[in-house]
């Protein structure tokens, strides 16, 4: 293995879970955006390689598809690339054109990769300096929740986008855990127990730490 690119496949290395992400104001195809305006809703911010290539093309078709759903759970979606205003015009159009849907979240240029650099974003050594498929969930109060990191050859699930989110909200809204394969609507499970008196109690020797929380239950 080659351990200087191993090493160096490791963006959202400076940022974790429970970071409040470095504000930034930049351009973008919606106009002027500044991250800090987003408090107050769920954001899902996101980097992607390059404008007009195809696996990219795909995740903005299908993430327009779903921008209803995204809607729903109150979550806005901000993308961002090295590439220029002009052309992630050029792509929406073509998006347009070829695949008769319109892009309406607002997609960042970020031409000196200054915000996708401060995101850990780009990995140290690609050749290209393009970005890498980063994306942050961040909660309302400003605070990454959840973020991944894909390759440039494979494309995110948008089904799971929305799943970590449902289950992010639904974890805050009943103050629970979502398993394996969670599913909206599906039981979330309680936090373990740290009652040694309730441990001896437990009929199973699962139930004091493996149990479903009632349904319908919020904190
Ligand atoms: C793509 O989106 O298809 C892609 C982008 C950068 C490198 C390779 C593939």
Redesign the pocket.
Known sequence: MDTEQHHSAAPCAGLRIGDAPPDFEARSTIGPVKLSTYRGRWLILFS???DF???????FVELAKEAKAFEKRKCQLMALSVDSLFSHFAWLRMIKERFDIEVRFPIVEDPTLVIGRAFGMVAPSDNDS?TVRTTFFIDPEGIIRAMTCYP??V?RSIPEMLRTLDALQAIDAQDGLAPANWQAGDALLQSPTQDLDEVYRATEETTWFLREMPKGKSK
């Open positions: 992607h390689p390059a290539t195809p696996v990219c093309t795909t995740e393009a440039a050859n494309g």
